[in-house]
Structure formats: C-alpha cells, structure tokens
C-alpha cells in the first residue's frame, strides 16, 4: 500500500490556518488532483475535554485517522489538514497510520496576529472588548511564542503583509512537489512515517457499547440554520452534565470528486460518522448532535444505520423563500455562522440569488415529503427561540 501524502497547516488562532488550506485544497481540485480535505478542529467538538486528554488533541488525531482511511478509499490522493496542535508535541503522528505527514507552520508578528484575531473574533460576532475578550488574545499570543520556541514543523511560513494567494504560493513552493506522487510504504514524509497503529474502522468492535445515548439531528435546506441552532444544543446537552459531541455532516466530507456511486458523499460520510461518533463515545460522549442535509427518507436511513444501537432524533428546519433568500446573502457577505469551506462566501449576488431559490425549493419538496417526520419554523426566529423549540418538541436536555 502506498502512503497518502498529508499536508498539515498549523499555527496560532487567526494565522490563516483554514483559509490558506482550504485555498491549497481547491487549487489542487482544479488542478484535477483527488483531494481532500479537513479542519481538524470539526473532529474534536467534545465536551467536556476527556481527563486524560485535555485539549482534545489524541481524540482529534484519532478521528482524522478515520477520516483519511475513508477519504482514501473513496479515491483521495491527498489530503490537506488546518488545525491547532500541541506546541510542546506538535501533531499526534503516532495516532495516524499509512500517511506521510508534511507539517507546515504559518506565523505573523505579534501586532498583526493580535489584529487578525481580533478582527476574525469580530465578524463571528464576539466582542473584542472586555476582560474576556483581552484574555483569548493573550493566550493566543503566548500559545503563537510557544510555537516560535518549538521545532516539530518541516517548514515555518511567514504570512505577515501578504494576501492568501501569496501565502498559498509561499507554502507551496517550500514543500516543494507536493503531494507529488503517493509515497512508498515505509517511506513517510520528512516529519511523519507510517505507524503500526491504525485508527478504528467502520464495523469495529465498540470499547463502548452505545446503551444509554442518543442522537438529535437538525435537517434542512441551505440556509435553515442547521449549524447555528445545532450547536447551542450540543452546548445545552453539556451544560445538563452529558458528555457531548457535534458532528457537521458537511464539514467531514470535503472530497473532490466525488466517489463515484456517491455523489452527494452520504455513504463516506456515513461511515466517517460511525467512527468519530464509537471515538466520542470512547471518550465519554452520551449525547450526539448531527446537522446536516437529506432530501429524501433513503439518505436519512444511511445515516441512521451507521448509528445502529443509538436512537436518532430528527428535526427539519424550516424557512421561507424570504428569510432563506436574506440568510443566504448574508452568508455571502461572510456574516452569520462562519464554517471552513462556506460555498457561498463572497460570491456574487446573481449566484447567491440562484441558491436561494434552489433552497425554497428543495424546502418545500421537503415539506411536502414530511422529510424527517417533525419540523421547526424558523422565519423571523432568534438562534435561541428556535433551539427552544427544538428542545421542548425532541425531549433535549436544556429545553425551556
């Protein structure tokens, strides 16, 4: 078996880490290179930290060890990887298996870096001002010296004054081919080496058996508000003493092209949910929060079967013409939830208009099929009114 390149940005909060890799992972696309792509930081939504991995970092390196092995098989010949690590460890190698890891480093000076974060943390709607907000700078940039001291990555990439492009064409021309042709076993990359450990796959034997959990999956056309509801659930299930896990369906199944047999990726996504949701398990999880879309009763049984022994509660999100149009404009102005890989941020107006209509559309077929059985308004609702509802009408923990 020949080893799957892996290109890892890291780097502080606010560096550029998702931007930069989602740009490197797209170009790749276009270049009619199989790729695939993760934010590791979407495989570590687990709350609270397991004791013995604060942080988080040997769960998500577990997950994306199962996310790779399903990428691969449905014909990946790379994958580009954005995400926080460890500054004392740098990344989990020993956690991955049949890859050959490139890590790259991005880092700015200190002011630039403070004014990105900030900036970012501002657009996503949280407030820069206060003692909060002076704090998660501060430990940024200790986190970002923690990392200049540190000499795990195989090449550190300035990103300060330059544009996305600019830093995309600088990472690239310092790993030099890559991914090139697939390594040969053994081979590895000049940080990470193929490791007699291999992450759990589909069908395995549970560590935990699945008794005592449960699912609640937000469904909907674009534009419904499936992520920004889904997670203040995830939360609310935590804040009532569950452990708890969130899993963006969209968000674990960046592969371009798509399988063939699979075109909407619902079947390796399906599989990568069974693996990260036996590994949050694993890790103390109880309760699961899925948001994602199904058009149609065969794609939510595809899901629900890689759940086997967990009960699945769906709720579809609902939205007229109107607010979804409003939604998806916003979106692509890059307001309201922000997530890595958004299709509709910055395109033009004509574009996002196009979508919108597609998304009524769909959002009606779908009422008209009672998709998902149970379904919530969300026209002129609040994120918080419309997870109230959700809760009292699924039994959530944290209902009104």
Known sequence: MRLLPVLWLCGPPGVGKTTVGWEIHSRLVDEGVPAGYVDVDQLGICHPDPAADPGRHALKAANLG????HFRAAGARCVVVSGVVEADHGVRADRLSGVALTVCRLRADRRELRERFVGREA???ASEAGSSGDEAVAAVLRYADELDASGFADVCVETGGLSVGEVVGRVRE??????????????????????TER???TGAQDTVPPGGTRALWLCGATGTGKSAVGFPLHLRA?????????????QVGFLSPAPSGDPDHHRTKARVLADLWRNYRTAGARRLTIVGPATDEA???????????TPVTVRRLHAGREELTRRILRRGQGLGWAQPGDPLRG???AELLRVAGQAAAVAGESARAGIGGSHVDTDGATVAEVADAVAATADWPGRP
């Not at 790993?175 to 193929?194: H, I, L, S």
């Not at 935590?238 to 969209?250: N, T, V």
């Open 199 to 201: 992450p759990p796959a």
């Open 66 to 69: 199962a996310v790779m092995t």
């Open 347 to 349: 395109r033009p107006t």
């Open 238 to 250: 935590a804040r009532a003493g569950f452990g708890s896990a969130f899993i963006d369906l969209d």
């Open 123 to 125: 657009a996503n709607g």
């Open 174 to 195: 310092r790993v030099g081919g890559w991914p090139g042709a697939a390594a040969p076993e053994q081979a590895g990359g000049a940080y990470g080496t193929a490791t």
């Open 299 to 309: 794609t939510l049984r595809t899901y629900t079967r890689a759940l086997a022994g």
